[in-house]
């Protein structure tokens, strides 16, 4: 059966959810991604849109007009280790309770899921199209001065995922964890091949 | 066909194909995608793999751009020294990336240095990228369109090496990258690797490398077996897609290599996503022409 969250996302709703888990999710979801997190925790500038429940897309979208509104044409995440830096504020601030993004975040982020009880899971990259058919509706734009990709685009959605649980509310990290079995399985594949490219002689 | 009609035309051909470009992928990656899908069975990569397909088919049957990071467009040529129109050749590519741009439509990813402002058009400062190769006595061009997304630019990187780090320092310094950067990436990634005497060489032939049909080899059989080795290796890391760990990591390695300085070895790293968004199109000089990264394309 899928697992579906539903903003607003209560802490209790999160609790017995684990990194590498599979859910889905139903109800706001706002783009999010370098800029508003720079204006937010450098800058201190209020956000135009209350995060408290909700959850952020670390994505940057193409988007079309359509007549006055807004439609989603494709939308899929971007590297959430770029705001890796600025997260665990972001979160404490904001009460976000959902960041979906691509790849792993790091010991911020970690502290941040842990402290104020907040995920972060992965969509899969390069499923614009696929995400876009999940968002029913555009319901507003802010700080579309920024541009097209790092705008908020404060979208309404229905069964948007597969999302990966990365990093859960007690701080385990699943992107963390196969990374000290890629880098152990890296030593003898190196060793290996290095005996076969003694080109030098 | 007068000048002015030939340049219209043929920024329209590019113009087309760059924003097909945006929303198919290539035989060759579709091919491998298909077989790497069938290696897999944790759910995890199971449903990812299939989030992938359904994507690609949503995509072609919505006609938009299969990744929302249509990237900063760049086309690789193979121009030849009498082909009528070299002369426009910048100025139709310009235009044409500026075209698909409105029509895919494509993101809007070109930002221009200090002013650090976005365009809006995917036209920038000498953007389109454009990289020349001239050949002799052909009338025809060969284009490659590319578009990378800012994802797999980021473990793009370069270093030379001194010659007693060996070819060993090249095996050490790619999986650095590919375990580090890798992961975030999108695997299973293409990773293209330029070897030569210094960095910019390395650089443009790690990019040129990605361009090489999936499963063709180095002309030299050293090059060609350090492939596979490299190939083998990283697979058995596991990153799996999206790096959240599987039966392989990569949809290949090539090597592109230029002759180096007997001090020096420098090796650059580019990789493409598994979204590798790369076509193919050959114009002739009467402006026919034939697109050969998709077979049955209709413009």
């Known amino acids: 059966m899928k697992k579906i969250l539903t903003t607003p996302i209560s802490d209790e709703a999160l609790e017995g959810l684990s990194a590498g888990d599979i859910v889905y999710l139903d109800g706001y979801l706002v783009t999010c991604r370098d800029m508003p997190h720079r204006r937010l925790v450098d800058q201190g500038r209020p956000l135009p849109v209350d995060l408290r429940g909700l959850a952020i897309f670390h994505a940057g979208p193409i988007v079309a007009r359509d007549g006055d509104d807004w439609r989603m044409v494709s939308i899929g995440p971007t590297t959430s280790m770029r705001m890796e830096v600025h997260e665990q504020e972001f979160i404490r601030q904001t009460g976000v309770k959902l960041i979906i993004g691509k790849g792993g975040m790091g010991p911020n982020t970690e502290a941040g899921c842990r402290d104020y009880k907040a995920l972060h899971a992965v969509f899969p990259g390069g499923c614009a199209v696929l995400a876009a058919s999940r968002v029913e509706e555009i319901e507003r734009v802010e700080w579309l001065e920024l541009g097209m990709p790092e705008a908020m685009w404060v979208c309404r959605v229905r069964g948007f995922g597969p999302l990966i649980i990365s990093i859960d509310t007690r701080g385990n990290n699943l992107f963390e964890k196969n990374k000290r079995i890629f880098n152990a399985r890296k030593v003898p594949a190196i060793e290996d091949i290095s005996r076969q490219v003694r080109f030098i002689t | ?299």
């Open chain 2, 1 to 299: 066909m007068d000048h002015e009609q030939a340049v219209r035309q043929m920024t329209d051909i590019v113009a087309r194909f760059t924003d097909y470009a945006g929303k198919h992928l290539p035989d060759d990656i579709m091919g491998k995608l298909t077989e790497l899908r069938a290696a897999e069975g944790s759910p995890l990569a199971r449903v990812v793999y299939d989030s992938m397909f359904d994507n690609l088919a949503m995509a072609a049957q919505l006609n938009r751009p299969c990744c929302q990071d249509t990237g900063v467009i760049q086309y690789y040529l193979k121009a030849g020294s009498r082909f009528p129109l070299l002369a426009e050749v910048r100025h139709i590519l310009t235009e044409a990336a500026a075209t698909a741009t409105r029509t895919a439509p494509l993101r809007h990813n070109a930002v221009q240095i200090f002013e650090e402002k976005n365009t809006g058009t995917n036209t920038g400062e000498r953007i389109p990228w454009i990289d020349w190769d001239i050949v002799p006595d052909s009338s025809g061009i060969e284009i490659e369109v590319y578009m990378a997304g800012g994802g797999c630019s980021l473990p793009g990187q370069g270093k030379t090496l001194m010659p007693a780090a060996g070819y060993e320092g090249i095996v050490a310094f790619v999986f650095e990258v590919m375990t580090t950067y890798g992961v975030n990436a999108c695997p299973p990634l293409l990773v293209g690797i330029g070897i030569g005497g210094s960095i910019d060489v390395a650089a443009n032939l790690s990019k040129r490398a990605l361009f090489r049909p999936i499963g063709s080899r180095h002309p030299h059989p050293r090059g060609a077996a350090m492939e596979l080795l490299l190939e083998k290796g990283l697979n058995e890391i596991g990153l799996g897609p999206q790096g959240l760990s599987g039966t392989n990591s990569v949809m290949g390695v090539h090597i592109e290599t230029a002759a180096r300085h007997p001090s020096t070895i420098s090796v650059a790293i580019s990789v493409g996503c598994w979204a590798h968004r790369r076509g193919t199109l050959r114009i002739n000089d009467d402006l026919s022409y034939e697109i050969l990264s998709h077979k049955g394309a209709q413009l």
